[in-house]
């Protein structure tokens, strides 16, 4: 199964890192949203199209162990010797980095001058996330460029709507030339000059001739209409305009009578579907189909986040009077659960994509300062219990200490206290007992 890291290294830029980077950029969150979402396809692209794997290799290598990853806002100002070094690597000349540079600061509305900071972060997140994973994995320069070439089939899932690369002569760089044809308009078809004939005028009428009409009777048998010129033409000259016209009526009236659908709570953008790898109670890695959507936030700001995650729940939940009119009874009943923050197999320890859902959950709850939450961690019934309810216990603290808010109130792990499925069951059935989640409180 393919492995994508695209998700780890969007774990590297989320809301957080998108709000610094604005402020330091002077420009607003949205554009710098945009940019990220368009420069990001454009350099994992670079890397896995790169000819020179050997020194790209140990180039990324090189940026990983020099802390890239704690440093990605120093990387604005393009100083760092390293990530010049792989943004030459993957994208040759200046000249492509220049027209990549223009592209993407006129689709996000943004100066060049901030592009190409934005290029410098996304491409430290990127060389940080690929040497990491590539020094954990204990890889060779042959299985790093097989991994980057896994990677072109998640590219263009990710391509922005409404952007293309296609004029820029990136050539097969998203898994198939047809994902880069998008928004190409084709050009009208035109008649060669050579054609025209220059003997006859071009004010001249062409000559039409006519095929013959065949009628069917009633007893089946047909005959040829002949059209009388001198009688000025047949019935269906003004007849068939005449039934267009009742049928565009009828079609307006059948329009205007649909029922307005009712609005969604949530704002969904840029819908997409993509492929999470997670990791199961066996240690394996489990691929699964999600669709992201764009969450906005009360003060306009917005956050990704999965359709019907924990994120998209939360937001409505705050909104609706539900919340506002619930009593601490119902409250306590009713949990969210985290559908993207995992835990390394008999471990307290949170996996690198976990970050990206607990600083979503840190900007909604500064969006709503009076909510308050309880944290609850669980496992499933195989094991020892008091191990497991030991390891609930640590793995829930480690989600309040990274979540860091005043309104997180209490952390606390139940084991397989509400375990439902018999530890017997396969590890997929028992899936559902293992769980981290939260709920709001008065």
Known sequence: MSINLVDLIKGQLGPETVSQTATQLGESESGISKAISALLPAVIGGFANNNTQSELFSTVKEASSSGVLSNLLQNLNG???????????????????????????????????????????????????????AVDHNLDVSSFGNLLGEQKGFLSSILPAGFSFASLGLGNWFGTMDAEAINVVPEPLQTPIADVNPVTPITEEPVVTETPKIDVTRSGTTHEIVSHNDSGGSIWKWLLPLLLLLL?????????????????????????????????????TVGTTRETLVVTLPSGKTLQAYKGGIEDQIVNFLKSDEYKNATEAQLKEKWFNFDNLNFEFGKAVLTPESQVQLDNLKLI?????????????????????????????ERANVVKSSLNSPQVLEAEGYGSKFAKVPAEATDKERESDRKTAVRFTK
Do not use: H, M
């Open 248 to 284: 565009l009526g009828w079609f307006f009236w059948k329009q205007c009578n649909k029922k307005a659908e009712p609005a969604p709570v949530a704002t969904t953008v840029d819908s997409t579907t993509i492929v999470v790898d997670s990791t199961n109670s066996a240690g394996n």
């Open 79 to 133: 100083t760092d010797s390293v990530i010049s070094k792989i943004l030459s690597l993957i994208f040759g000349d200046g000249d492509k980095l220049a027209a990549i540079t223009n592209s993407v600061s006129s689709y996000a509305g943004i100066k060049n001058e901030s592009t190409n900071s934005l290029l410098n972060l996304v491409t430290g997140a990127t060389a940080g996330t690929l040497g990491k994973y």
């Open 365 to 393: 709850l500064a969006e709503f300062p009076d909510a308050k939450i309880r944290i609850g961690a669980y496992t499933d019934k195989k094991g020892d219990e008091t191990v497991n309810l030991k390891l609930s216990g």
